[in-house]
């Protein structure tokens, strides 16, 4: 199982500027594991200390925030596009 | 001297000294790690919101007082240079102070005002924010002026890029109201309409953000200074008062950023000795179908879980706000309290402004005068005391509201008879 990884400018210095990678996982939670292993440090940006995700980074498997479909065990479809994104808003 | 993470990218090479003007760092609010000035806005560390932080000099009541009649007279304490006043801009700000007695009688209120933002240049408060994201984002050499918005920042970034004579791209959801789209396309900006709700265009903006080079996406990529802009309503307020604090204040809540950038703007005054220190109650408004924060707050939680947004009051509906955690933060440490009403409520209040004091508000309006009415009614607002609420926009941008609640009280043929026999019965 494979998934588009997008990951947003401030978390390029962990992928040599790659700005989409590639990761292996059926879950949210399998995509970081996978990430982690091949671009260190880079869970430990978008999960806090106790496993949760952190107060201020959005993450989508397609269109839907993964706060709505179950949070980091949102399954993730084969091929699927996972986005990373700071959360601002206002408007 | 700031300490600056070796991790962060270095402010973009040919800034010029003063560019932001008494502002010296930036720093994350969730963690306190500090950043250059430069146009970052999530921290490296983790994703926290950046805020602009100063080293003030001495500013006193009369070096504003003989400043423009604008958001400019407050420059010293904006991240904006010095010599603002030369550049293009819509110059917003120094909206008037509506001493509303009459709605304070309604509400059985002593001293009630209405701080007006419908009359900024394009009708809203965005128009502060928009002015000091320009700023900056010439200060950063970046040349497109962008957004996504849920219209009264649309049509604010749109006029503000027209004036300065630069290019701007707006995205807005598709089902935005007829008179937001047309305000914003008016000025032949790049107006796209998603097919989406606010939170879709937000996460295509920010996707947007991160690729290209040159844009200021004000409430993203700048943001930091985009946001306070909203500190001058605080600063206003507190002038038309005659350098005083409100007692007590309802604001409406969508991001969250108005209502925090309200406390620090009222925090700086004090801390510059501008005005005596005194508590401020901080109250929050939302629409029922879209209150995330009314919910967390409820619930005792400092964290915000999103929602799906169903509200008229459109300039509100953030599913995801990304400051909630802070309003949370401030309705808790000023005693205040965010509450919500459902749409009839915002309606009955929109048209309640309207009658007793010829203030046409648009839906955040009446969710805010709808909240203040509740929260008198629950024994959260001091009757007794001086309270200001703040009306955010211009109904005119928002008629499908009440266009179903108002209207002529007859139609007639243009013969005095008509009238006569309409008028006898109507007064009768």
Known sequence: MSAQVRIPTILRTFTGGQNEVEASGDTVAHVLESLDADYPGLKARIVDDNGALRRFVNVYVGDDDVRFIGGLAAEVPDGGKISIIPAVAGG | ?428
């Open chain 2, 1 to 428: 001297m700031t300490a600056v993470l070796d991790t962060q990218v270095p402010p973009p090479a040919g800034v010029r000294a003063g560019a932001f003007g008494n502002a010296t760092h930036l720093a994350c609010r969730a963690c306190g790690a500090q950043s250059p000035l430069g146009p970052f806005y999530a921290c490296m560390e983790c994703f926290g919101p950046l805020e602009v932080g100063y080293d003030f000099p001495k500013i006193t009541r009369a070096e504003i007082e003989s400043g423009p009649k604008s958001i400019w007279r407050y420059a010293p304490l904006l991240p904006v240079p010095a010599d603002i006043g030369t550049f293009r801009s819509t110059d917003p700000g120094f909206t008037r102070l509506v001493d509303a007695g009459n709605l304070a009688a309604d509400l059985g209120l002593r001293k009630l005002h209405v701080k007006d933002d419908s009359g900024n240049p394009t009708h809203s408060f965005k128009d502060r924010v928009v002015a000091v994201a320009l700023s900056a984002a010439r200060e950063l050499g970046l040349t497109v002026l962008a957004c996504p918005s849920t219209g009264n920042l649309a049509n604010a970034v749109a006029a503000a890029a027209a004036r300065a004579g630069i290019r701007s791209v707006v995205m807005v959801p598709s089902n935005l109201e007829q008179q937001k789209i047309i305000a914003s396309a008016v000025y032949d900006t790049t107006l796209i309409a998603v097919e989406g709700n606010y939170d879709d265009v937000n996460k295509l903006a920010s996707e947007i953000a991160g690729e290209e080079e040159g844009w200021a996406f004000v409430n993203v990529n700048v943001r930091p200074y985009y946001a306070e802009g909203s500190k001058t309503l605080a600063f206003e307020i507190a002038e038309q008062l005659g350098w005083r604090l409100p007692d007590q204040m309802v604001i409406p809540v969508a991001s969250g950023s108005q209502l925090t950038k309200i406390d620090k703007g009222f925090a700086e005054l004090v801390k510059l000795g501008l005005v005596e220190d005194k508590p401020v109650k901080i109250f929050g408004a939302q629409a029922t179908g879209c209150s995330p924060i009314v919910q967390a707050y409820e619930a005792g939680h400092d964290v915000v879980a999103p929602v799906r947004p169903n509200t008229i009051a459109k300039s509100l509906a953030i599913g995801n706000p990304a400051d909630g955690p802070y309003v949370l933060d401030v309705v808790r440490r000023t005693g205040g309290r965010i509450a919500d009403v459902d749409d009839e409520t915002v309606v009955q209040n929109i048209i309640r402004l309207a009658r007793t004091e010829g203030i046409f508000g648009e839906t955040a309006g009446g969710v805010t005068l709808g909240v203040t009415a509740r929260l008198i009614a629950e024994g959260d607002l001091d009757p007794d005391a001086e309270t200001v609420i703040i009306n955010s926009g211009d109904g005119l941008k928002t008629l499908d509201a009440v266009s179903g609640h108002v209207g002529p009280k007859t139609t007639i043929p243009p013969r005095y008879e008509a009238f006569l026999d309409f008028w006898k019965g109507y007064t009768a």
